[in-house]
């Protein structure tokens, strides 16, 4: 893959990336140190986004050119018991970060949202003009999410209408609204090998459909996208192909197995559940899927060669990396 496009950033202004210990900020965090690329990557406790002068703080003391936002309240049940949370962190977080961005000559701000902004308004493929929502089918986590989205866009709407001869140079956003990830951290997948450790019989649910997406690819494709001066706005980021958690569910197992692991799960006893019967806090929405169909246009514009792989190659690949580092160390939990 080239990065050439690198050369558009200020080497003297590293890049702050939020989110540092999440899946996405550790994707990120090997990605940008293998491009040797300055960046500040930031944790919970060098800035919590509960606090506003804290974020108005570290901004001001980095002045990065580019900040990628990768950290947010992603607790999709406890979300619903705590809202005003969710949305400090998925909301006005995101703000601070468009308000500091948007003052930035050639300023960047790299924003991840989620396929939890649509309810299940469409039967087939969500697509960037879709309109999110109804809010009466969102959870609080989706709100909050989409909250985060809202604010973003509108401080940016400001400078896209303002007519000026340095257009050039006017900040961008990109909101990389992704879905079901799953990188180095407490993911789906590795729940699910860790139960098939444990149970003879596990119920998993058929009727969510959604895309699965590798944190490593998404970081990838984030990059990209962004060094490649891809226009401001929003971009469905999923691999091909779509999902239920059972069929998710059935070939990390499956792949596990030919990897070598020894489950006590028994095949037969892998059952699919429907969504009601499984019942959960947060309503969920049975169509998840997005189009990745101006992902790939914008890749192809700015003659960016990158795979967009079938989610099923993605989870093969995650398994057996995962399987094969868990078995060497001789262990059978996920921590
Ligand atoms: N995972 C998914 O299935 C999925 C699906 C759709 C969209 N997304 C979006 O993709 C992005 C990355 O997700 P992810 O899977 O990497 O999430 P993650 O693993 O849950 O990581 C989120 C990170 O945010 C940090 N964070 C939470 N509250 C914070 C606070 N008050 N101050 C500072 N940091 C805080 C967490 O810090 P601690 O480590 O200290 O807890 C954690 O490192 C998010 O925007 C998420 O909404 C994820």
Redesign the pocket.
């Given at each position: 893959m080239s990065y050439s496009s690198f050369e558009l950033l200020d080497h003297s202004r590293p890049i702050v990336v939020?989110?540092?210990?999440?899946?996405?900020?550790?994707a990120l965090q090997i990605c940008l140190n293998d491009l040797n690329v300055p960046a500040v990557f930031?944790?919970?406790?060098d800035?919590?986004?509960?606090s506003e002068s804290s974020i108005v703080e570290v901004l001001n003391h980095c002045q990065p050119k580019v900040i990628i936002?990768?950290?947010?309240?992603?607790?999709v049940d406890k979300a619903e018991s705590e809202p005003e949370?969710a949305f400090?962190?998925?909301a006005k977080?995101p703000e601070l970060m468009a308000q500091y961005i948007a003052k930035v000559k050639d300023g960047l701000l790299i924003?991840?949202?989620?396929?939890?902004v649509f309810g299940d308004s469409k039967k087939t493929s969500y697509v960037e003009t879709d309109i999110p929502g109804p809010m009466s089918q969102l959870n609080a986590?989706g709100k909050s999410?989409l909250a985060g989205e809202v604010a973003i866009e509108k401080i940016f709407s400001v400078i896209q209408n303002e007519t000026s001869s340095d257009s050039k140079n006017k900040p961008r956003y990109l909101i990389l609204?992704?879905?079901?990830?799953?990188?180095d951290?407490?993911?789906?997948i590795r729940k699910i090998l860790n139960l098939a450790f444990i149970q003879d019989g596990l119920c998993v649910v058929d009727d969510q459909i959604g895309v699965p997406?590798s944190?490593s690819w998404?970081v990838e494709i984030s990059l990209n996208l962004g060094f490649s001066r891809a226009s401001s706005g929003i971009y469905h980021v999923v691999p091909d192909g779509e999902a239920s958690w059972y069929h998710i569910a059935k070939l990390s197992i499956e792949e596990a197995r030919q990897n070598g692991c020894h489950f006590t799960l028994k095949s037969e006893n892998l059952q699919s559940i429907s969504t009601l019967k499984y019942g959960s806090v947060a309503k969920r929405p049975h169509n998840s899927r997005m189009s990745n169909k101006k992902l790939r246009r914008a890749l192809s514009e700015a003659g960016i060669n990158v795979l967009i792989p079938h989610w099923s190659n993605q989870v093969k690949t995650y398994v057996k990396k995962y399987t094969e580092s868990t078995m060497k160390t001789n262990s059978t939990l996920i921590v």
């Open positions: 939020f989110g540092r210990d999440g899946q996405v900020g550790r930031l944790g919970r406790a800035c919590d986004l509960t936002n990768a950290a947010a309240y992603t607790e949370l400090a962190i998925n977080a924003h991840y949202s989620a396929d939890y986590y999410k609204r992704t879905s079901w990830a799953y990188g951290g407490d993911n789906f997406t944190a998404l």
